[in-house]
């Protein structure tokens, strides 16, 4: 007789097991029990929402992919009780909203809250979505030096502007360990005939942004004495579109992190790079085919 009712048994009291390894989870989880620990289950962060953003804006219009620099883990820069991941977030959101607000161009973000995005993904996010236009925003920092100010405009190139542009690449550029874009199986020689002369076009199109950006910025912004940079940043690197590095300021420095937290400093920001992406495609109008 016992050995007819043996499974049921067994299976009771293996429910019993689980409901008490349950409530003991959950006593652990409680603040007010126990030491306070927490039972918990590190999952692999999703990348959906990053991989299918929001695109505000009529379909009709060029589409601008802007990048608002780290997130997640990586910080950035930090100075004056500021974090550039949060600041670049708040200057990204008042782009957009001007674009779209003007009638300029589709917009999406290549993050929309604190998460962290390899350099590879964020240009491949811009190539999936068949962008006309990138700009990757950041905040810049001096370390000690709080005198340094002003923003900056970053374009592609292996050979760095200054031994400054090259640190600030090797800095930028450390976050993560992908370099370059995947050619896949594609032969060695044709491949790199391709991506040269798909850059220099591109690379053409990106001096011209970084131009109209200072252009626009003169007596609105306040820039570095020198402004313009070229550095081999990989965030730049998507062979086939447009796109510039754009350091607001220094948060280094107190009063540009405290413009760039303001509403006002955002708005003027905004102002000129809307400016400078509507003269933009104004002389690019086949961009958006």
């Known amino acids: ?26 006593t652990l989880a409680r603040p ?21 953003p929001v695109i505000g804006g009529p379909p009709t219009l060029p589409l601008v992919v802007i990048d608002p620099g780290h997130g997640g883990h990586d910080a950035g820069a930090s100075g004056h009780g500021f974090e550039e991941k949060s600041l670049v977030l708040g200057l990204a959101d008042a782009l957009r909203r001007r ?33 006309d236009l990138f700009i990757s925003i950041h905040a810049d920092s001096a370390g ?40 896949g199986s ?9 991506v ?27 820039f570095h004495p020198q402004p313009r940079h070229f550095a081999a940043l990989k965030v730049l690197r998507a062979p086939d579109v447009p796109s510039v590095l754009f350091e607001s300021g220094f948060i280094s ?9 303001s509403e006002e400093g955002k708005q003027r ?4 790079l809307s400016r400078a992406v509507e003269i933009y495609f104004i002389r690019n109008p086949d961009t958006d085919e």
Do not use: C
């Open 99 to 131: 674009l779209i607000d003007d009638g300029t161009a589709r917009v999406a973000l290549t993050r929309e809250d604190d998460r962290y995005l390899l350099h590879a993904e964020r240009y491949e996010l811009a190539r999936r979505l068949g962008a």
């Open 144 to 183: 000690d030096s709080e005198e340094v100010t002003g923003a900056s405009i970053y374009t592609l190139s292996d050979q760095a502007s200054s031994e400054a542009a090259a640190r600030f690449a090797l800095r930028e550029n450390a976050s993560d360990r992908l370099n370059g874009v995947d050619l």
């Open 253 to 261: 420095n107190e009063a540009d992190a405290a413009r760039l937290a």
């Open 1 to 26: 007789m016992l050995h007819r009712w043996q499974p049921l048994i067994m299976l009771s009291v293996s429910l019993a097991a689980i409901i008490i390894a349950l409530v003991w989870a959950f």
């Open 32 to 52: 007010d029990q126990g030491a306070g620990f927490v039972a918990r289950v590190e999952l692999p962060q999703t990348q959906t929402e990053a991989s299918n």
């Open 186 to 194: 594609q032969n060695d020689q044709v491949s790199s005939i391709l």
């Open 269 to 272: 920001f905004a102002k000129v």
């Open 196 to 222: 040269e002369l798909s850059q220099r076009r591109i690379q053409e199109k990106s001096d011209e942004m970084a131009a109209l950006i200072e252009r626009e910025g003169q007596g609105a912004l306040q």
